[in-house]
């Protein structure tokens, strides 16, 4: 399956830092194209991105984002959450959240670049998970203008 090759090429790099696979490389994604949304980033014909997201009562949960390795460092991880983004405020969410670790530190920078504030972090499998999460502006709509008398 492409989701499941993708993602787990875009998270190796991450194992040898956290001694273990990251969640993302374990995850069933027989079950998940069932069950979740997932949207994929095609450029020129190939898969260079995809993100994973949940539709929750009060928010729009971001399970995975994922750019393959030799597409990384192109916008591309931007261009996912943006849509994640447009996805929640067009399903009535006024928030995003996600979880990462906290090895990831580029992960962190680009997250927290794009306004995604740290809400806590807790011990996780020997190491640390950082949950984060992102308000959106919702409800804004522009009418036509009428002209002074």
């Not at 069933?28 to 020129?44: F, G, K, N, P």
């Amino acid at each position: 399956m492409r989701i499941r090759d993708l993602t787990r090429a875009a998270y190796a790099k991450w194992a040898a830092l956290i001694g273990r696979e990251p969640l993302p490389m374990q995850a069933d994604y027989d079950r998940a194209v069932r069950e979740h949304s997932i949207d994929l980033l095609t450029v020129d014909g190939a898969l260079a991105g995809l993100i994973e997201t949940i539709v929750r009562p009060d928010h729009l949960w971001i399970e995975n984002v994922a750019v393959a390795p030799d597409c990384q460092g192109r916008g591309y991880g931007r261009l996912l959450l943006a849509h994640a983004e447009t996805h929640a405020v067009e399903a009535g969410r006024g928030e995003v959240r996600l979880l990462t670790n906290a090895a990831f530190a580029t992960n962190l920078a680009l997250y927290a670049k794009l306004g995604y504030a740290i809400d806590r972090i807790e011990p996780f499998r020997g190491g640390t998970a950082v949950h984060m999460s992102k308000r959106l502006a919702t409800g804004l709509h522009f009418g036509a203008s009428t002209p002074s008398p």
